[in-house]
């Protein structure tokens, strides 16, 4: 099987659901908290290919600092994953990485789509 690797933040209510999903049905996996351990622009590209989304997919525009960098304005995807790293708090989550498959886990379900 493959190495799976969830992208989170341990404080979030979805991150700790899918831990409890994971837990519940023997999943093993990697945690990467991206708050400690931050995502390079190379590697969010990656993810965001490997689950078929852009950048702006992925943002959390509920956050304080979406409203203060006027996130909403940008149209250029290299200058959003650029804010995204610098601010990881706007990147939505969990994402959950399978090989050359990734997805973002809302709802939570989604991530067993890429396990089985």
């Not at 959390?60 to 804010?83: G, M, Q, S």
């Not at 990881?88 to 890429?114: C, H, M, N, T, Y």
Request: proline share 5%; net charge neutral; aromatic share 6%.
């Amino acid at each position: 099987m493959k190495e799976i690797t969830v992208y989170e933040k341990p404080t979030c209510t979805t991150c700790r659901n899918l831990n409890k999903l994971f837990t519940e049905n023997g999943i093993d996996y990697k945690k990467v908290n991206y708050f400690i351990e931050p995502l390079t622009a190379e590697k969010l590209r990656g993810l965001l290919k490997k689950a078929n989304l852009s950048a702006f997919d992925v943002l959390r525009k509920a956050e304080p600092v979406y409203k203060e960098l006027n996130i909403k304005e940008i149209t250029d995807e290299d200058k959003l994953i650029d804010l995204i790293v610098a601010n990881p708090s706007i990147l939505q989550r969990p994402i959950v990485e399978v090989g050359d498959k990734a997805v973002l886990a809302r709802p939570i379900e989604k991530a067993l789509e890429i396990i089985g």
